[in-house]
T-cell receptor
Framework: ETGVTQTPRHLVMGMTNKKSLKCEQH?????MYWYKQSAKKPLELMFV???????ENNSVPSRFSPECPNSSHLFLHLHTLQPEDSALYLC????????????FGDGTRLSIL | GENVEQHPSTLSVQEGDSAVIKCTYS??????FPWYKQELGKRPQLIID?????GEKKDQRIAVTLNKTAKHFSLHITETQPEDSAVYFC?????????FGTGTRLQVFP
């Protein structure tokens, strides 16, 4: 299934680096999401975009900066991350914010040195 | 705040046995309950879902039941197979947000 594609699959970066995660969906959906998945924790919703507008920011530190240029693409810009930010970052999409289910990408495994 | 509790955190069964995973939610406005399966190194994939106007739904070897009064919902897998081994996540959705449980690692031994 290639409905939601995330790149890169793996990323190792230092705390002072700047990098970006990319998500693209080919499902014609209008809502896109960023989640953080850490070991032994529930999936944590970070950001929600509905029709390109950010509708939710779950108290995410400003070192994470999302961007949604259109309904098919979602980025997560990373800057000055901390070791505790190491996790799997999952992108998902749905028909729109009110209509489930969500379809997930394979994620980006992020390691902060 | 709203939360979803999921039990057990790990579950080991013999091939052919049944497996049951239970979730409890706190927000009575929740009206949609999906279950996701996540194999090692792969994306969470929706395996079954149920809406609040339905008490039970079945799809081949998997079924989900919902008790709105008790705010419980459960995943039932019958005739388990080794390929059912994965982490299973429940979730409860209101119109505003989808909240996930902490996951259950299911191991099916041949």
């Amino acid at each position: 299934e290639t409905g939601v594609t995330q790149t890169p699959r793996h990323l190792v970066m230092g705390m002072t680096n700047k990098k970006s995660l990319k998500c693209e969906q080919h499902l014609g959906h209008n809502a896109m999401y960023w989640y953080k998945q850490s070991a032994k924790k529930p999936l944590e919703l970070m950001f929600v975009y509905n029709f390109k507008e950010q509708t939710e920011n779950n108290s995410v530190p400003s070192r994470f900066s999302p961007e949604c240029p259109n309904s098919s693409h979602l980025f997560l810009h990373l800057h000055t991350l901390q070791p505790e930010d190491s996790a799997l970052y999952l992108c998902a999409s749905s028909q729109d914010r009110l209509r489930q289910p969500q379809h997930f990408g394979d994620g980006t495994r992020l390691s902060i040195l | 705040g709203e939360n979803v509790e999921q039990h057990p955190s790990t579950l080991s069964v013999q091939e052919g046995d049944s497996a049951v995973i239970k979730c409890t939610y706190s927000d009575s406005a929740s009206n949609y309950f999906p279950w996701y399966k996540q194999e090692l190194g792969k994306r969470p994939q929706l395996i079954i879902d149920i809406r609040s106007n339905v008490g039970e739904k079945k799809d081949q070897r998997i079924a989900v039941t919902l008790n709105k009064t008790a705010k419980h919902f459960s995943l039932h897998i019958t005739e388990t197979q080794p390929e059912d081994s994965a982490v299973y996540f429940c979730a409860a959705s209101t119109p505003d947000k989808l909240i996930f449980g902490t996951g259950t690692r299911l191991q099916v031994f041949p």
